[in-house]
């Protein structure tokens, strides 16, 4: 695994502590303080990109990084729909992170992409045991090198800040960025794919919605499609925007017919109140398990869940159409 892991881990972020925040480099950029839109602003339109400010007094970033703007990597190609670099950040653990980067993945794999996949920090996961990232390769049956896909494993199932604390290690964002520099260089697309939420801590005031703004990447939000949805899906749209951070859609995984009434009517109801472009929509696969290194069907259904903007064909409109009609949602 690339970087080695200090033996503890530090207050101020950098290898060699100095400054608070980067020299020359306002503090105003990193907000770890949600705020709301100004009052009497309107919101943008759906699929549109929120360019909030920050607030001023907000963390520090890690010291001796440099930080791009945000949508640094994320121009979009010549004649192409599909961002160079995207942020796979969720509503919560075990929404389905994993299998929506791996089907994103697959499906611009299938459109002739190059695709690069980075995990920066995984937790819960025993030396020797697959994790994340290995089901990700493995469902994209790629050449790429393992240790460029994860950056940092711990074994305890905790936030990364403390994870790491549990192992006397702290990480290094430098390191980080430069595998996802090495990936970008050398590929047409990098999935970044998050731990956790976008608010879960790396670090002593570093969360993973900084990684994303540092790393200037736009967001896929994935979120689950029942009961509850709407409360946490919004509230992370909220605290992206707040941050200045873009967001490209929402993807909802695990949609499983027949479904309620709670859950047919959320996929709309995210897109009016979130002002959001619903990305796709990932079917339950019986015969999928991220730990067991089984992608089931994904291969197959992974384009037809998936919108173009992501490598597929999913008709976002008609879904929505089949939804409030009450009807059922064939399985891609």
Known sequence: ????????????????????????????????????????????????????????????APTGTAHPAPQAWAGREEGRGEAAAIFVTGTDTGVGK???????????????????????VQTGVAPGQPGDAAFVLAALGTDQPPQLACTYSFREPAAPLVAARAEGARLDVGVIRAH????????????????????????????????????????????????????HTLLTLEAARARGLSVLGIVLAGWREPVDLATRTNPALLCELGQAALLGVLPWDEGLSVEDLRPGRLREWAPRALAPALGGHFDAAAFLAACTRGEAWPAP
């Open 180 to 231: 996802f520099e090495r990936l970008r260089q050398s590929h047409d697309v990098v999935l970044v794919e998050g731990a956790g939420g976008l608010l879960v801590p790396l670090a002593e005031g570093y969360s993973m919605a900084d990684l994303a703004r540092g790393l200037g990447l736009p967001l896929v939000v994935v979120a689950r499609p029942g009961l509850g949805t709407l409360n």
């Open 1 to 60: 695994m690339s970087g080695e892991l200090a033996p503890r881990v530090p207050q101020s972020w950098g290898e060699s502590g100095g400054h608070p925040h980067p020299p020359g480099e306002e503090r105003a950029g990193w907000g770890d303080t949600p705020h709301a839109p100004r009052q009497g602003s309107s919101p943008a339109p759906p699929g549109t990109r929120s360019r909030a400010a920050p607030r001023q007094g907000s963390a520090p």
């Open 98 to 120: 994993t299998v929506a980067t791996a089907a994103i993945a697959r499906a611009l794999a299938a459109r002739g992409r190059r695709v690069g996949v980075l995990k920066p």
